[in-house]
Each structure stands twice: as C-alpha cells, then as structure tokens.
C-alpha cells in the first residue's frame, strides 16, 4: 500500500480556488426554453391519440417526437 496516498498528503494547486466553477443557475437558465401554447396543445393532442391507440396513457415525460414515432409506429402495424 505504498503506493497509495495517505489522507493527510495535501495535493499542489496552481490556481485559484472556485475559479473552475460555473453556477448552476446560469447554466440552467440559457438551456431551458418554455414551451408555447402551440407546442403544448399539440402534445395534449398527441397524448390523446397514443391513450386511443395503446390504451393507456403515455408517461407524463414523454416527448412529442416520441409520441410521434410510436403513434406513426403503430399506425404501420395497423396498416392504418
């Protein structure tokens, strides 16, 4: 075990301390973009034909390009 470094042993550091942290809060905010109204009213619609076809309803984190291809998916198997 000579080779491992006991708890005491003090790394050097060349930089100033904090200087490599990015505050979450402003990494979050330039990501996150609200949906509009038209993007939601077509998930809701989207939602509803997935609860027709499958029968149940889809995970409440389910995206609307998802929903599509597994409606479209579907859709192929039904010959609809």
Same mark, same amino acid.
């Given at each position: 075990m000579?080779?491992? +470094? ?7 550091? %060349? ?9 979450? %809060?402003?990494?979050?905010s330039?990501?996150?973009?609200p949906a ?12 509803k034909q997935?609860?027709? +076809? ?19 998916e579907?859709?192929?198997?039904l010959?609809?």
């Amino acid at each position: 075990m000579a080779a491992c +470094m006991s708890r005491a042993t003090s790394l050097p550091y %060349d930089g100033e301390p904090g200087s490599n942290l990015v505050s979450v %809060d402003a990494s979050l905010s330039e990501k996150i973009v609200p949906a509009s109204a038209e993007e939601l009213t077509e998930l809701d619609d989207l939602r509803k034909q997935y609860e027709e +076809m499958f029968g149940e309803a889809p995970h409440f984190n389910t995206k609307a390009e998802t929903l599509k291809a597994k409606i479209a998916e579907r859709r192929k198997e039904l010959g609809v």
